[in-house]
């Protein structure tokens, strides 16, 4: 069936046009994913990219902020991020991309764990805006990721400026979604350009070179936090988060562990639950078999970090340094868990892996 000809016979000749082709385009597009989707309707494709750009782009207009190779602020508010429930990481240094208003934040934990806002510069992100799905959609990924790696000026072309930070993207919960796509970088403007519009890149994030250069003694590669969101909003320095409840069920789950009590233990998982490779009847089975010789174990979490998943509801991003030791086995490295508030008011482990 030839979907383009489809189109053109049934798009509807009103005002509402781009809207209503675009939620047709995106309707059919559902059924193929990624590069398949350009390989076998280029035509298509390339229509449903067209909208979202234009689509983007016109909800931006009003915006006249560019990104500059001078155009950086200073800033003193302080506070806690809304979503930041908790941050025991060594590095006091977080990086918040505010991509509705074009802003990249570089924030910093003062010793009674407010935050200060050391500096804010614009941004260029992708030309179809963000909330990445699939590759090539020419959108920045909303999300929570970390620094992986550092390129320097001789190992890029110009168009990266004098360096780039590779993220971590597609992450665990990307991964989950079934997201696609890859290279989603922190880098520095072309050289030869001094400022670019908000919406310009193909997906990364794009700040000028000489702050670039300026950020690279606030990062740690491997360890930085580089959270991607909408907006970025305050609470008072002691105001608790919406999700300041899961810190206890933490608690509880690590109790739970560390006392070998299986029920209640393997009750702090949800029902869809993965690690990547069983679900939650092959985990139960799993834990069950290995935990039943066990004896004395001994869990320490250390460098905790807590943050309620952008763009999600009632999804909330642990990480921390996990120590465990038991009478047959010890372990040492980071662990990731996601959870889920279900109805019932509850947090519930979606998955669990580490990293």
Same mark, same amino acid.
């Given at each position: 069936?030839?979907?383009?000809?489809?189109?053109?016979?049934?798009?509807?000749?009103?005002?509402?046009?781009?809207?209503?082709?675009?939620?047709?385009?995106?309707?059919?597009?559902?059924?193929?994913?990624?590069?398949?989707?350009?390989?076998?309707?280029? *035509?298509?494709? $390339?229509? /449903?990219?067209?909208?979202? &750009?234009?689509?983007?782009?016109?909800?931006?207009?009003?915006?006249?902020?560019?990104?500059?190779?001078?155009? #950086? #602020?200073?800033?003193?508010?302080?506070?806690?991020? &809304?979503?930041?429930?908790? +941050?025991?990481?060594?590095?006091?240094?977080?990086?918040?991309?505010?991509?509705?208003?074009?802003?990249?934040? @570089?924030?910093?934990?003062?010793? #009674?764990?407010?935050?200060?806002?050391?500096?804010?510069?614009?941004?260029?992100?992708?030309?179809?805006?963000?909330?990445?799905?699939?590759?090539?959609?020419?959108?920045?990924?909303?999300?929570?990721?970390?620094?992986?790696? /550092?390129?320097?000026?001789?190992?890029?072309?110009?168009?990266?400026?004098?360096?780039?930070?590779?993220?971590?993207?597609?992450?665990?919960?990307?991964?989950?979604?079934?997201?696609?796509?890859?290279?989603?970088?922190?880098?520095?403007?072309?050289?030869?350009?001094? %400022?670019?519009?908000?919406?310009?890149?193909?997906?990364?994030? *794009?700040?000028?070179?000489?702050?670039?250069?300026?950020?690279?003694?606030?990062?740690?590669?491997?360890?930085?936090?580089? *959270?991607?969101? %909408?907006?970025?909003?305050?609470?008072?320095?002691?105001?608790?988060?919406?999700?300041?409840? @899961?810190?206890?069920?933490?608690?509880? !789950?690590?109790? +739970? !562990?560390?006392?070998?009590?299986?029920? $209640?233990?393997?009750?702090?998982?949800?029902?869809?639950?993965?690690?990547?490779?069983?679900?939650?009847?092959?985990?139960?089975?799993?834990?069950?078999?290995?935990?039943?010789?066990?004896?004395?174990?001994?869990?320490?979490?250390?460098? @905790?970090?807590?943050?309620?998943?952008?763009?999600? %509801?009632?999804?909330?991003?642990?990480?921390?340094?996990?120590?465990?030791?038991?009478?047959?086995?010890?372990?040492?490295?980071?662990?990731?868990?996601? !959870?889920?508030?279900?109805?019932?008011?509850?947090?519930?482990?979606?998955?669990?892996?580490?990293?």
């Amino acid at each position: 069936m030839h979907l383009h000809r489809q189109w053109l016979n049934t798009a509807p000749k009103t005002d509402r046009k781009q809207k209503v082709c675009k939620l047709f385009l995106k309707k059919q597009l559902s059924l193929i994913t990624g590069t398949q989707c350009w390989l076998r309707y280029p *035509v298509l494709a $390339a229509l /449903f990219l067209f909208l979202q &750009v234009s689509e983007a782009q016109a909800q931006s207009a009003g915006s006249t902020q560019l990104l500059s190779g001078v155009s #950086t #602020t200073l800033s003193t508010n302080r506070g806690i991020p &809304v979503g930041l429930i908790l +941050d025991k990481q060594d590095s006091p240094y977080l990086f918040w991309a505010e991509l509705g208003g074009g802003k990249l934040h @570089l924030l910093e934990r003062t010793e #009674t764990g407010s935050y200060l806002t050391l500096t804010t510069t614009p941004i260029s992100i992708g030309k179809a805006g963000f909330g990445k799905e699939i590759e090539g959609d020419l959108k920045t990924p909303v999300g929570i990721y970390k620094i992986i790696s /550092f390129l320097n000026d001789d190992q890029l072309t110009d168009k990266y400026g004098t360096g780039a930070y590779p993220l971590n993207y597609p992450n665990k919960w990307d991964q989950i979604m079934k997201r696609t796509g890859h290279g989603i970088w922190l880098h520095g403007l072309p050289k030869g350009v001094t %400022e670019r519009p908000l919406l310009d890149s193909d997906g990364c994030v *794009v700040i000028s070179n000489n702050i670039l250069d300026e950020l690279n003694k606030y990062i740690n590669i491997g360890e930085s936090t580089f *959270v991607l969101s %909408e907006k970025l909003e305050w609470l008072p320095p002691e105001a608790p988060q919406p999700e300041h409840d @899961l810190i206890g069920t933490l608690n509880a !789950w690590k109790k +739970d !562990w560390s006392a070998n009590d299986n029920d $209640a233990y393997l009750n702090h998982y949800h029902p869809d639950f993965t690690d990547s490779r069983r679900n939650l009847t092959q985990w139960k089975t799993y834990k069950k078999r290995i935990n039943k010789a066990k004896q004395n174990i001994r869990i320490k979490l250390s460098q @905790l970090s807590i943050i309620a998943y952008p763009g999600e %509801e009632n999804l909330v991003s642990s990480r921390f340094y996990q120590d465990y030791q038991s009478s047959d086995f010890s372990w040492r490295g980071w662990k990731q868990l996601l !959870w889920r508030r279900i109805d019932n008011g509850e947090w519930k482990i979606l998955y669990e892996g580490n990293g």
